[in-house]
């Protein structure tokens, strides 16, 4: 089986900073796009950053220049450095990892974590 367990989130003060960290752990032959989501209450998922196994990025505009996502492919980890952190950035987080195992190695598909909370507030 394969796991995504995320770690990081908590509850700050406008303008503070957070580190999201996804870990991917299980049979897993290789991981493509890795990403970041995120869903507030009485709102959809949306797309928060993503990076593909190359390092390529992409950002929701609403985060652009306040966050920034990385990987390190040896450890099958993804992070999210959250920066300048705003009231409606809380929401629950979700890890998101497109990837084959050793057991359907030509069947890519999506994994996700369990959430992590984020709360900004005063």
């Known amino acids: 089986q394969v796991q995504l367990v995320e770690s990081g989130g908590g509850l700050v003060q406008p303008g503070e900073s957070l580190r999201l960290s996804c870990a991917a752990s299980g049979s897993i032959l290789r991981i493509n796009t890795m990403g970041w989501y995120r869903q507030a209450p009485g709102k959809q998922r949306e797309t928060v950053a993503t990076i593909t196994s190359g390092g390529s990025t992409n950002y929701a505009d609403s985060v652009k220049g306040r966050f920034t996502i990385s990987r390190d492919n040896a450890k099958n980890t993804v992070y999210l450095q959250m920066n300048s952190l705003k009231p409606e950035d809380t929401a629950v987080y979700y890890c998101?990892?497109?990837?084959?195992?050793?057991?359907?190695?030509?069947?890519?598909?999506?994994?996700w974590g369990q959430g992590t909370q984020v709360t900004v507030s005063s």
């Open positions: 998101n990892a497109d990837l084959t195992t050793h057991w359907a190695p030509f069947r890519p598909r999506d994994y």
